[in-house]
């Protein structure tokens, strides 16, 4: 039973757009999130995280909105641009190294 | 500093046959994880380890061994393949506090077919 889900296997955006991906997550014992970005033929790479405690987090083009009463976060691109263009995994932690991902969002980012 | 390097990056095998996945880092890391990759699924756990000699089960164990040597290195054995296995294999790596901060480190994957 998956424990963290993405709804929306695919988002196509326009370049410049803002870009809006969504987890939600069944486990209330998660107190870690983060959102990894992966290449074709490569591994994930860690894009950005946020604790529990708060509600957002903002790195550059990249923010992480946390809303715990509906076990929701979201992922906000501004300005999208090509290289966005990959999947987005969103991922969570109970206090531990250990991961449960959701299956993933397809971003395309139009010209 | 090459990260997490995985060998080999693509493999098939005859059902039955075994074999092991290899990964290595180079960053010191305390903490390894196996993760397989399947459509639809996102990531799932296999095994990971805590520190050279320590190992544990994860979300997927059933079908692969692990053993941790060194703190380099931590092969994953496919004992006797099964099509199921058909997957992308990822090993991680982390320094535990960076799991929280900045994630886990992946290698590029193992991409493996069994027929």
């Known amino acids: 039973d998956q424990q963290v889900k993405q709804n929306s296997p695919s988002l196509s955006v326009q370049e410049g757009r803002i870009s809006i991906l969504n987890c939600d997550y069944t486990n209330s014992m998660f107190d870690y999130f983060l959102w990894y970005k992966k290449y074709p033929a490569e591994g994930p790479t860690f894009l950005i995280s946020i604790s529990s405690i708060k509600d957002k987090n903002e790195d550059g083009r990249f923010t992480v909105f946390l809303n715990k009463s509906a076990k929701h976060l979201s992922l906000h691109i501004v300005p999208s641009q090509p290289g966005d263009s990959a999947v987005y995994f969103c991922a969570a932690s109970v206090n531990d190294y250990k991961l449960s991902f959701g299956a993933g969002t397809t971003v395309t980012v139009r010209a | 500093n090459a990260g997490v390097t995985q060998t080999p990056k693509f493999q098939v095998l005859k059902t039955g046959q075994s074999m092991t996945l290899q990964c290595a880092q180079d960053?010191?890391?305390?903490?390894m994880s196996w993760y397989r990759q399947d459509p639809g699924m996102g990531l799932r756990l296999i095994h990971y380890s805590v520190g050279a000699g320590i190992t544990d089960q994860g979300e997927v164990p059933n079908g692969y061994n692990v053993s941790r040597s060194t703190t380099e290195d931590f092969p994953l054995r496919l004992l006797s393949a099964a099509p199921s296995q058909t997957s992308v294999y990822f090993c991680a790596s982390s320094d535990g506090q960076g799991v929280t901060n900045y994630g886990y480190t992946f290698g590029s994957g193992t991409r493996l077919t069994v027929v």
């Open positions: 960053m010191n890391h305390e903490y």
